[in-house]
């Protein structure tokens, strides 16, 4: 497994916006996304881009995340506006480095993983 490098946590108000980033890998993985998980839960998909540039969002971040990748630059974006106190959890990105994603938004399927970064939205 290939450890990410992640930045761009903190704390804002609601309403307010923040922006995560990704060092993705040397190698080109079908799959890369960003999952959360609050607090005695199990873990959230919140959104996937593949290769090609598709993207998938759960439906409590449509309209106010997006995904996207700078492929000069090797980083992987997510993009939070309109953040709601219930966007308050630990944010982690992941990669599939083996190819076995079916399902972009159930990260049990992927195999490499950025370290995390708390996201608090106070009201």
């Known amino acids: 497994q290939v450890q990410l490098v992640e930045s761009g946590g903190g704390s804002v108000q609601a309403g307010g916006s923040l922006t995560r980033s990704c060092a993705a890998p040397a190698y080109t993985p079908s799959w ?3 999952v959360r998980q609050p607090p005695g839960k199990e873990h959230e998909g919140v959104a996937a881009i593949n290769s090609g540039g598709y993207t998938t969002y759960t439906d409590s971040v449509k309209g106010r995340f997006t995904i996207s990748k700078d492929n000069t630059k090797n980083i992987l974006y997510l993009q939070m506006n309109s953040l709601k106190p219930e966007d308050t959890r630990m944010y982690y990105c992941a990669a ?8 972009p938004l159930n990260m049990y399927e992927y195999n490499t993983w950025g370290q995390g970064t708390q996201v608090t939205v106070s009201s």
């Open 32 to 34: 890369m996304g960003w």
């Open 96 to 103: 599939d480095r083996l190819g076995l994603v079916r399902r």
